[in-house]
């Protein structure tokens, strides 16, 4: 079945640059997408990039697609302390487009 | 982005009893709404996925008699928990998709639930 695959964890000076990693199994997906969680809330839609697309740049986040390796990254230019949360890469499946999450990566962003 | 609220943000119940968690799209029509269970520190499961005026579709392992999920409207889908218990504790998350970009797909708040 379907698998999404992230890093558990990542830790940032703030002003640095982060990289969250995800890999994805299924290649048909026509989107791919990152969601913000902080603490005792639920997912913001961060941004989303088509497949036909290499890259999305949207203010400080730029998603990078390698649709043969099927990796996704998320670049977060310029970290503040209020980028610390968990990050979730997610993959549509089915015929309702039903989200796949990784496991998450947890952005600790420090001084 | 569309807003997504849920209702009751966290609840306390005694074991055996049930509880309602409401899950509504504010300013859009949701065609589809997705119910997901959160464990502390893990990801999202994806325990139903429900369409307006039809049965929900549980994911495998989802007891249907427990978790009863009703999506009466196109901006309402409650999940109701049956006869809970101490395992059932968890914080539930709704998401939506629908409106002119069906693609996206928005997420409630979160309800935390607590049986004692």
């Known amino acids: 079945g379907e698998d999404v695959e992230q890093s558990l964890f990542l830790s940032v000076r703030e002003g640095d640059s982060s990289v969250i990693n995800c890999t994805y199994t299924d290649s048909s997906s026509t989107y791919l997408y990152w969601y913000k969680q902080e603490p005792g809330a639920g997912l913001q839609l961060l941004t989303y990039?088509?497949?036909?697309?290499d890259m999305k740049q949207d203010q400080r986040l730029t998603v990078l697609l390698n649709k043969k390796d099927k990796h996704l990254s998320l670049r977060i230019a310029d970290t503040q302390t209020g980028d610390s949360a968990i990050y979730f890469c997610a993959q549509p499946s089915g015929g309702y487009n039903k989200l796949i999450f990784g496991a998450g990566t947890r952005l600790a962003v420090h001084p | 982005g569309a807003v997504v609220s849920q209702h009751p943000s966290w609840v306390i119940c005694k074991s055996g009893t049930s509880v309602k968690i409401e899950c509504r799209s504010l300013?859009?029509?949701?065609?589809?709404m997705f119910w997901y269970r959160q464990f502390p520190k893990q990801s999202l499961m994806l325990m139903a996925t429900?369409?307006?005026?039809?049965?929900?579709?549980?994911e495998q392992g989802v007891e249907k008699d427990k978790f009863l999920i009703n999506h009466a409207s196109l901006t309402l889908s409650t999940l109701t928990v049956t006869s809970a218990h101490p395992e059932d504790s968890s914080f539930y998350i709704c998401?939506?998709?629908?409106?002119?970009?069906?693609?996206?797909?928005?997420f409630g708040p979160g309800t935390r639930l607590t049986v004692t």
């Open positions: 300013d859009f029509q949701a065609t589809t």
């Open positions: 429900s369409n307006e005026g039809s049965k929900a579709t549980y």
């Open positions: 998401s939506a998709r629908g409106g002119t970009r069906s693609y996206e797909q928005y």
């Open positions: 990039i088509f497949s036909n697309m």
